[in-house]
């Protein structure tokens, strides 16, 4: 099969603030760019979206690996999955710590385990056997991110409120496909500030944080873990697309339906077998990018979508 590749990617759908707007969409034109790049020369889907998540996990601007929010101790614990499509092979980490890219920790889980995920200190100690960079705890903790969790142990808002008012910073995903029509996803995320010790949301969560199956397609959702986790997001947008709903409708309805049954808001990117692309949200923002047919489309605004062609070589 020769396809044309394509990837999609988010930053997180939350009420991103006005000075962190700009730094959210160039960093995800950054990370799809250069996805897209290993797509173009040959690289798998698999290649792609873990890399781009790694950029990604990279960029502080982003609740993910550097620049991670903390939870009410005032430490970083991440959640990270990748899957691919080819034969539903999936790795996943959660409440693991001082590792800068939980996404390439989660392929290596995939595919030197026998398991699915590792928590916790069984992951960090697992991580050592083999030789994943540890960082200083320190290292990933930004000012923004120190700043956020005082303002919210001052004013002791709870985690129920943050989400209410859509404050928290949510997670980082890459979907794509590549020229022989492989798919993959993968998501990686902090969590929510404030969230309790040992808290999982459901960016690990095979089904809920993110789904890839070549006979369907890939999602990566993003928004309120508990909610996401309750509904099985990113499975329910493919069931959709099983049932012949187009990527856009499928992520509309699933969104609609975590809205009505769950009072949950988020947002998730998903392309499809055939190379059809969505990215949508019910949340104030979420930053976005794709690259399909030499356009890269991007947005952060609901109904946004700015276009500028993209050749690899200009
Ligand atoms: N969606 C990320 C989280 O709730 O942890």
């Known amino acids: 099969m020769d396809m044309r590749p394509v990837i999609v990617v988010h930053g997180g759908a939350w009420a991103i603030p006005d000075h962190l707007a700009e730094s959210s969409t160039n960093g995800v034109k950054n990370a799809v760019t250069r996805g897209f790049s290993i797509l173009a020369n040959g690289g798998n889907s698999l290649q792609a979206v873990e890399a781009t998540v790694r950029i990604l996990e990279d ?3 982003f609740d993910a690996g550097h620049g991670a929010v903390l939870n009410a101790d005032g430490d970083v614990e991440l959640d990270a999955i990748i899957m691919d ?5 999936v790795g996943a980490v959660s409440c693991i710590k001082s590792i800068a890219n939980p996404v390439m920790f989660a392929r290596t889980i995939m595919e030197q385990t026998p398991h699915v995920m ?3 200190s069984g992951a960090n100690k697992f991580a050592e056997k083999m030789n994943i960079k540890k960082v200083p705890a320190e290292e990933l903790v930004t000012e923004n991110a120190v700043k956020e969790w005082e303002q919210y142990q001052k004013y002791k808002q709870s985690v129920t409120s943050l989400f209410n008012t859509e404050r928290m910073h949510d997670t980082v995903g890459a979907v794509a496909i590549d020229h022989k029509g492989n798919i993959a996803c993968a998501t990686s995320t902090g969590g929510i500030t404030n969230k309790m010790v040992g808290r999982v949301g459901d960016s690990p969560i095979i089904g809920s ?7 369907i397609g890939a999602v990566s959702t993003t928004g309120h873990g508990e909610s996401i986790m309750k509904v099985m ?3 329910k947008v493919l069931f959709n697309m099983e049932k012949g709903e187009t990527p856009q409708s499928a992520a509309d309805q699933a969104l ?3 809205k009505n049954k769950v009072q949950g808001r988020g947002g998730l990117i998903v392309v499809s077998k055939s190379g059809e692309w969505a990215a949508r949200f019910t949340t104030k923002r979420m930053a976005w990018a794709s690259i399909a047919n030499n356009i890269l489309n991007y947005g952060l605004n609901p109904g946004e979508n700015f276009q500028e ?3 690899l070589n200009m």
């Open 85 to 89: 499509g080819t034969n539903l092979a």
């Open 309 to 311: 062609k993209f050749d």
């Open 233 to 235: 997001l990113a499975r």
């Open 59 to 61: 960029n502080i601007a």
């Open 256 to 258: 609609e339906y975590m």
């Open 118 to 120: 590792l928590t916790g």
């Open 209 to 215: 944080g993110a789904y890839a199956d070549n006979f």
